[in-house]
């Protein structure tokens, strides 16, 4: 899956993506070169094949970015009926997962735009005490550059997709 072309289908999926799972997983790798998966809730895919996501729980990110900046997104569209769908027709409408590989770049403080994007995708739970003990707070994010992306084939069921 070419990223560039691909870039607003990818988009699209990752969006589909956290409104079944709200969150995303990050692979990366520690200083003793182990593989390790952060959940984050807070990823947002720009227009120019980078992101960035708020940086206020991961403690391992930072830590492994300071020696790798190596890593790996995958979001899984868990959808219950884009699943049960597609087993019935035996044939997925789209990928149902794709990963994207990048490096990760500075911390820096949150832009206004980028916390207007947070607050947007927040706000179904904004009447909730949660809301803001969670996501009241969050100032500083983390860029990412992706530089390459793959979809997930399941057999037959993605066979037919490009």
Not at 21 to 39: G, Q
């Amino acid at each position: 899956m070419d990223l560039i072309s691909n870039w607003q289908q990818i988009r699209q999926h990752f969006s589909r993506c956290f409104r079944s799972n709200f969150h995303v997983s990050i692979a990366s790798v520690d200083n003793n070169n182990l593989p390790t998966v952060t959940p984050i809730g807070s990823l947002f895919l720009n227009s120019d094949q980078t992101g960035f996501y708020f940086e206020k729980y991961p403690s391992k990110l930072p830590e492994h970015a300071e020696h790798n900046k190596n890593i790996c997104v995958l979001a899984v569209n868990s959808n219950t009926w884009f699943w049960l769908r597609s087993l019935y027709n035996l044939r997925f409408p789209t990928y149902p997962a794709i990963k994207l590989y990048g490096q990760l770049g500075a911390k820096r403080k949150a832009t206004d735009i980028e916390i207007s994007r947070l607050q947007r995708r927040m706000k179904a739970t904004k009447w909730t005490k949660g809301n803001q003990y969670l996501w009241g707070d969050m100032n500083e994010v983390r860029d990412i550059t992706f530089t390459r992306s793959e979809k997930i084939n399941i057999g037959k069921m993605t066979a037919h997709l490009p």
